[in-house]
């Protein structure tokens, strides 16, 4: 949703390709853009000057954006008028290394140059400088509640785990081996999946919580396999996966169970946002 | 095979994905439900749904909330499982074949050695009995151009690996149990691997970049490491024995 709302930010459509940034990047601007910065709610400094994240900012040609993590936020999303030039692949222009696809096909490096699509910057500014997310969100990223609660519903084998409420019942901590695959969970096992060991591979998504034989959850993001064999506990909601990719090592968690008609009014939100990203003029008036 | 005893067993869950469980252990004859259940839907509900997805004993309807409830979708399910039960799945999909060049043992397949000796056979028979069948794709999927197939002879159906390769090349052609696979693009994993083809198994410039499907056939065939070099890079789309 960051990367939506990024892009919204810039007057793009949603699905154009944003540079994704774990950690610290320096962009040299070769021209005039219009360019956002969205997710967690890291330092952003245009030249030497401090500017706000989840806001448009003119920048002109020459600028360096500099962009430093706080803490606030893991993943942060640069989007810039007129869009990150890349081929869609499959439907998508998301960079996978691991297939070594999308785009570069690798992360960037420095001295990598970016082909930005034509679009006239002054005329950008003049329809989106007034832009802003709704504030609920962006306080949400800048100091995400901690723990924070996961909504999830039943997954494919939450009957063959007796002890699941354990998962329900306790506070678990992002560990440092979490990348875009999946978030692996330190906290109470589940003995139950020891017994279990390999099932028959299921098709695997973003969301799922998967439970190996050590018993400590892992859960799908968005470079999720698409078949497991490990016991999938629970489903975590898209809106929540959103909100949990945004946690560094170190920051809790906990889970909801809700039931389906719950989840489906939430993914009908979420794809709906997606689709529109929530904005508003200035003035606090609706846009869209 | 166990069974429950309404057939299948079905979870909604995320908001958005119908499961549906065919059964609980691997057998051909489940991987047959499985197929003539996943092209039913494929037939009679694509347009409903976004995306039908199977795995080894079960399958994943993805679906859009807003355009139908996941209730609309597992009754349907419910009533293309009865329906399937009773065709042939001839009826549904004409497989096709494919044969899959092999380099066997050494720096191909570091585990031959292994299935030799937990089979008690020759590396020779080993290879043998690998390319003496006709295997059926079960499914695709884990990292793109996996293709997992069945069945292994018992007689050479060693299990997995206890801890998991980190990286694995591609090509490379794993038992694990009765199940033989070909990682299309390199990637961790826990598979015995006995050989490794030169064919580029998935392609995303191509379309589709994979040409195989589940329900196809697939046969290995042993090659020379001279032959390996000669081949290595070709489509397996394009390649013909």
Redesign the interface.
Known sequence: MSAVIANALVGNEPRVAVIEVFGAIAVHLLGDFVVSVTGGYPKVFLDDVEVEPWTPLYCRQGSTLRISPTGAGRVHYVAVSGGVVCDEILGSMSTYTRGAMGCFGRPLRPGDVLEIGSVDPAEVWERVSDLVPPEQLVSRHAKPEAPLTLRATLGIHTHLLEDVELLLRNEYVVTPESDRMGYRLDGEPLPSAKKLGRLPSVPTDRGYVQVPPDGKPIVLMSDSQTTGGYAVALHVLPQDTDFLAQLNPGQKVRFKLVDISEAEASVRTYLEEVNKPPLYRKELEYWG | MSRKPSGIRV???????V?I?IC???SMDCVKDMHKLYYSIKKEIADLVDEI????????V?Y???KI???AVESKVRELWLWSRSIDIAELYKPRRFTIPVAYGGEFGPDLQFVSSWSKLSEEEVVKIHTSRVYTVI?L????GFV?MGEVDPAISAP?LETPRVRIPKGSVGIAGRMTGVYG???PGGWRLIGRTPLTM?D?RKNP?IPIHPGDEVVFKSIRPEEFEKLFGVFVGDYSA
């Open positions: 979870v909604r869950s995320g908001g958005y994905i499961h469980d609980e252990e691997v997805v199977p795995g080894v004993t079960s399958i994943a993805y859009d909330p807003r409830s996941g209730e499914t999927g884990f990292t793109p997992y997995r693009l390199e990637s998935f995303y970049p």
